[in-house]
């Protein structure tokens, strides 16, 4: 089901986790605390949204690691309802997308709920006190997909090159000290797989 993030009061704390990493290492909000800027981005291995942008994701996460932002990537999907974003899927995934950040597993999916996050991909900037500065899309690219269109949502614009336009705005702004560009343009994505009892009332 195509969804859209959706808008995250400003200013929130970035909620904690401790999760595994591709190779079984416990890694932990914390330990990024020196990063003048945290971009944690909720992905998984077979959405075509995600797909469509993701070497560009890498690209740009390589780029802006020595201005100073952290890029956690986390995937939270169902792996009974998605087995291709189980834990061992995600190794050779990060491998064959160029990763230099972290791709963890929210196997329980308490940290995709601490987050409110909704669709992947979906993105949480936050500044060097980790307050949310900025929830919403790589750019207006997207992918072309066969679906009908949905009421309510725009249209997507699948005729756009992958630039990273709006985030390299929002953590340019944050790495300068400056308020994110207005508006926050909302990602588009497919919907995070819920666990049975699982799915929030707001996703």
């Given at each position: 089901m195509l969804r859209e993030s959706r808008r995250v009061d400003g200013g929130k704390r970035a909620p904690a986790f401790s999760l595994s990493d591709t190779e079984g290492r416990i890694r932990t909000l914390s330990e990024f605390d020196d990063a003048p800027a945290l971009l944690v981005?909720?992905?998984?291995?077979?959405?075509?949204?995600?797909?469509?942008?993701?070497?560009?994701?890498?690209?740009?996460?390589?780029?802006?690691?020595?201005?100073?932002?952290?890029?956690?990537?986390?995937?939270s999907n169902d792996t009974a309802e998605f087995p291709e974003d189980g834990f061992k899927h995600m190794g050779p995934f990060a491998s064959a997308h160029g990763?230099?950040?972290?791709?963890?597993?929210?196997?329980?999916?308490?940290?995709?709920?601490?987050?409110?996050?909704?669709?992947?991909?979906?993105?949480?900037?936050?500044?060097?006190?980790?307050?949310?500065?900025?929830?919403?899309?790589?750019?207006?690219?997207?992918?072309?997909?066969?679906?009908?269109?949905?009421?309510?949502?725009?249209?997507?614009?699948?005729?756009?090159?992958?630039?990273?336009?709006?985030?390299?705005?929002?953590?340019?702004?944050?790495?300068?000290?400056?308020?994110?560009?207005?508006p926050q343009r909302p990602s588009a994505g497919c919907s995070i797989k819920w666990k049975e009892g699982m799915n929030p009332s707001w996703a």
């Amino acid at each position: 089901m195509l969804r859209e993030s959706r808008r995250v009061d400003g200013g929130k704390r970035a909620p904690a986790f401790s999760l595994s990493d591709t190779e079984g290492r416990i890694r932990t909000l914390s330990e990024f605390d020196d990063a003048p800027a945290l971009l944690v981005a909720f992905i998984c291995n077979h959405c075509p949204f995600v797909l469509h942008i993701i070497d560009e994701l890498s690209a740009f996460a390589r780029e802006y690691a020595s201005k100073g932002l952290q890029v956690v990537a986390i995937s939270s999907n169902d792996t009974a309802e998605f087995p291709e974003d189980g834990f061992k899927h995600m190794g050779p995934f990060a491998s064959a997308h160029g990763f230099t950040f972290p791709y963890l597993y929210d196997g329980d999916q308490q940290v995709a709920l601490a987050y409110n996050a909704i669709c992947t991909p979906d993105f949480f900037l936050y500044g060097p006190d980790r307050t949310l500065a900025y929830a919403g899309q790589f750019d207006a690219s997207r992918p072309k997909i066969n679906r009908p269109p949905v009421p309510g949502l725009a249209p997507l614009r699948t005729d756009l090159p992958v630039t990273g336009e709006d985030m390299r705005a929002a953590v340019d702004a944050v790495l300068a000290g400056r308020a994110v560009p207005e508006p926050q343009r909302p990602s588009a994505g497919c919907s995070i797989k819920w666990k049975e009892g699982m799915n929030p009332s707001w996703a």
